[in-house]
């Protein structure tokens, strides 16, 4: 990213929000309300938003009532509206772009456009900061929202996994068209397969990863990943998970990439879901991407239980796999 | 920072080195490599260089020989030459300027300066990225280092608070001339009395703190901070510091501004350190300062044992008062 | 306890229940139910009755509405009915027995007595093993509720301290009649003066404290402490009660005594309520008591904020000096 | 153990030592006292002697240099004179008696004996309390060893699970011969085929498993275990093993049997060795044994990794088969 005498694009500052479907919504909120501790703020015919208590922003999970579980709209904010229209035309010139909305729920006017798999993307600058009512004030002066104690009670969400056809494809247009950073890889049969690449626009690991279909399936969903702050948070993740009969699919454990300590579960829609902690920040401008090879990889767990055969194998939504398996020789874990 | 139609200042990557002086080096050298289990990588004649396991850089901080304990010299790296040379013009525009020098162990060409209050700071983009020797090889492939185990085991270094006669002004020079956020304030007598102010070059909350020094000195350390990924490894130092004989002025407890958990000793050369977790990141490109009053800020603590007198009253080096005491109507915490 | 020669009597097995009086009764429940995610269990015109998700018995805490705080009746399981009738015999020769009773919500035939500053107490050996309903039920067959993931979600109860006029003739009561081992033990001028006894008749550190009461009461309580697994727990209790308004007294600290992890909050009808982790267990049969004099005993924390002059102060029901005021050299904190 | 009307056996008041066997006794040293943290006590020609900083006796883990690992003797404590005089008895009316020893370092008077699946162990009561020389002296004064923050630092010994070719007379002797109370029982086909017992002779949930031998051998180790206050300080454990090459056999997971979190390792004899955290008390003096059949069985993970096929595969000294294999027809894990 940081090449001396070139400037880095640094115009997109985070992840806004996700827009998650389910086909089973009620269930879904439950999971992310009464599990997860998250709160509602606004509702409408087909969905509800919500917001972890350290999010800044009004909203930033939006859950919508849907046939098939899977990733909606994508949103990402831009550090100012300059910025804003500097990417709007760099995704305008690569004949991606969808065209402008007035903003979803609690945000300005947002320019949709796809990433080169299809999933649908926005990116805007404007939105309404949170301000909690009454009796989700919290007594800390800084915190946008009171912490209430209920269950998991993650902080923050953090970033999400897609599949993609072609990674490579993907990650370059993360990185020349919306400027993110490209933080590591995981490339195989001496650097020629790109299985997955994690990319981010801010300090934090990886915001987005790009993580090739298996299935050959278009615009798919691998997970959403909600941030705690300590290690023992993600454990008690997995207590209140057991005793409320939600499926804990891999973890607690530690991923190798990013490091961070890890919970993946599915929410009652479908959709995988990471209870996320410890991953390190990125605040090199020069960082050196770290690409691991098929044996460097392994399972991709530094340490704690493998991923099981369903990590690759599934994503929202399912399909029956539309092309000949591709050989994947390891798993490309997230 | 972020006014709509002006784009904000981002030459800055963030902190990079902090240099420590002491009147009894081998004992500082103990606590930082044998009980906060830091690295030394490089030493020379009245200097040690050492490292966290997570720091990037060759070195993040330098233990000098001195008479008194203090700060020396506070190294800021930039994203890039030109914006390192953008820094370097700003600076010299404000006649704070020293000049440049080759650059110490393991970095580049830096340029020095000095912040109003008088502390020594260099600016600089190159360095020498870390290689660890065998036995300190991680299994990790993106860890710099080996996790060794040893004591606290801090990851990396996280920021630094600066005392200073006249914070605004300081603080000023932080943002106008660096170009950092300001996080978060405190600020007294309706607004009309700078106590202390945070600020960051990145999504870190703050690298550096100016709290007004109450005894009027100049160029004076209220503390270095390391990171710690969880809240159980403060208290983990606590045990350590406890059963070595460290003094440990204050905490655990949990910060009202930074939301951090910290804790903090005074290291054998009389510095006051910090062991310190689970600060909240800044993301928001626009982010509005949070500002306390004196009832907003009460005692500093959001929870936890209150801070005692020295907190305020004591700094590195220590001095008597120089002018007459300025009134503090609370205690302006960090 | 184990003299060579002389077997110790271990026929009490441990603390079973603690009744604590409240002028606010719905706020007291309040607090244990939805802070610290306690279970009410039965309830009748003036009391309701709680448990921890990990206490075997049906019930642990009883909630009285009453004028004032305070204490009810502590409750002290026998191992077998033989060993309830040789305790009832030793109480009967010291002639502080009152009589039976049929047994209160879960507790068979139950003999009532009180200690010699005159705590009213029972001792029983039947009662009902707790099952839960169907929406609270474990998914661990061996855990005898759910964990719920309400707030602190406390996990069992642990102990009580009690204010004593004589701290020695309580404490050797405890020893002698009941059977307890005594723990540890703050003794000041020169041995002369027992300032407080830490006793226990179970593994668990210690079930009860007997502490010198200040101001010449009589049956007042200390505090109460419940138990959580992790130190992290207590941090949490910490963010919980701050966001409740929860008056927190002290810590979270270390105790010297016991070791143990802890913080004192005041529950709404003013009775200390301690959240406490990390105690060690004593297994040693002749374990030798522990006694702490003035400079040893020092503030009674090991580290973490001190101990305000409130928690030698204050206890409930809270009462103006009835004698005058005892000397304490140093703190004979809990 | 407490029928009404029959007192139950209290004679042994918990486990004291355990001695393990390893070819390559230097290596497993380096694993004990560097990464695991213990300090080694004493020496002699083949054999250390090492203790946790909490541990009250001198030691609690002897090494021996040997052919293979395994487990060499294995120390009981009993409560007094007297209760050794009357386990002694029931040992040499049981058949299973050896003789008397001077006893090993740090122990008086040892009656030497075999469980009914050969294991050697013995019973006294007379040992050396440890005091700490000056550089490993606490702060604590209720603490016998400082707490150095070396590696994981485990705090003490906890229990050990041993294999045995039927698990129904090596329960049956715990129970009638030592006094044990069974705690837990994994019984598959309808309650007439005894997988694994879990034993104890105090507060802690189990102080020795016997598990099922599916290879048919005699005397055989399954693993060792030690304590560690918090779940963070097994998360840790897994941070040190994987730096340092030690492989991880299962875990950091939840056993549904005790709930404790673990993490299995392998020491670099061979053995393996838990850390353990977080299992639960039992205090009932009525406690009913918790028994799983196959279907509440299930993994024997509550929660976690699964665990591997070597875990009931393998054991120290490893064997083939000695017997055809018996069918077990679930994980009988621990």
Redesign the interface.
């Known amino acids: 990213m ?1 090449e ?5 694009i ?1 115009d997109i ?2 992840l806004g929000a996700v827009e998650l479907f389910s086909p089973v919504p009620e269930r879904t909120l439950w999971y992310f309300r009464d ?1 997860l501790g998250m709160e509602v703020v606004h509702s409408s015919d087909r969905s509800a938003y919500l917001r972890g208590y ?1 999010d ?1 922003a009004t909203s930033t999970l939006k859950i919508t009532a849907a046939e098939r579980p899977g990733v909606g709209c994508v949103s990402w ?7 804003l229209e500097r990417r709007v035309e760099a995704i305008k010139a690569r004949g991606l772009g969808v065209g402008w909305i007035d903003g979803d729920f609690g945000r300005g006017p947002s320019f949709r456009f796809h990433d080169p798999d299809g999933h649908l993307m926005e990116i805007y600058h404007e939105e309404t ?1 949170y301000r909690a009512p009454d009796h989700l004030r ?6 946008p929202m ?7 009670n993650v ?1 923050r969400t953090d970033h999400l996994a897609l599949l993609a056809k072609d990674v490579a494809a993907n990650r370059e247009f993360a990185q020349e068209t919306l400027g993110f950073r490209l933080s ?1 890889q995981v490339v195989f049969e001496g650097g020629t397969k790109e299985i997955g690449s994690w990319l981010s626009s ?3 690991h990886h915001e987005v990863a790009y993580v090739v279909d298996i299935k050959g399936g278009n615009g798919r969903l691998h997970h959403f990943s909600l941030w705690v ?5 993600v ?2 993740a ?6 409320n ?1 939600v499926f ?1 699919e ?5 991923h ?4 961070a ?1 890890y919970l993946y579960s599915r929410e009652p829609g479908g959709n995988r879901i990471e209870v996320y ?2 991953s ?2 990125i ?3 020069d960082w ?1 991407t ?1 690409v ?1 090879n098929e044996e ?1 990889r392994g399972t991709g767990v ?5 991923l099981p055969a369903s990590f690759i194998e599934y994503a929202t939504p399912d399909i029956a796999s539309s092309t000949p398996d591709q050989k994947v020789p390891a798993f490309p874990m997230l």
């Not at 001396?4 to 880095?8: A, S």
């Not at 009171?146 to 998991?152: D, L, M, S, Y």
């Not at 891999?250 to 530690?254: D, E, F, M, Q």
């Open positions: 940081a001396v005498g070139k400037e880095p640094r500052a985070h599990l350290g800044y904010r831009a550090v100012s509206l300059p910025a900061r919290s007594t800390l002066k800084n915190l009171k912490f209430t104690g209920r269950g998991v902080r590591e801010s300090a934090v702050d300590n290690r023992d948070d454990l008690r997995a207590d209140i998970f057991a005793e009969g804990i891999a973890g607690p454990s530690r190798n990439n990013s490091q300590f902690s410890s390190f920040l605040m090199a401008p050196q770290v691991w460097e530094y340490w704690g239980g493998a």
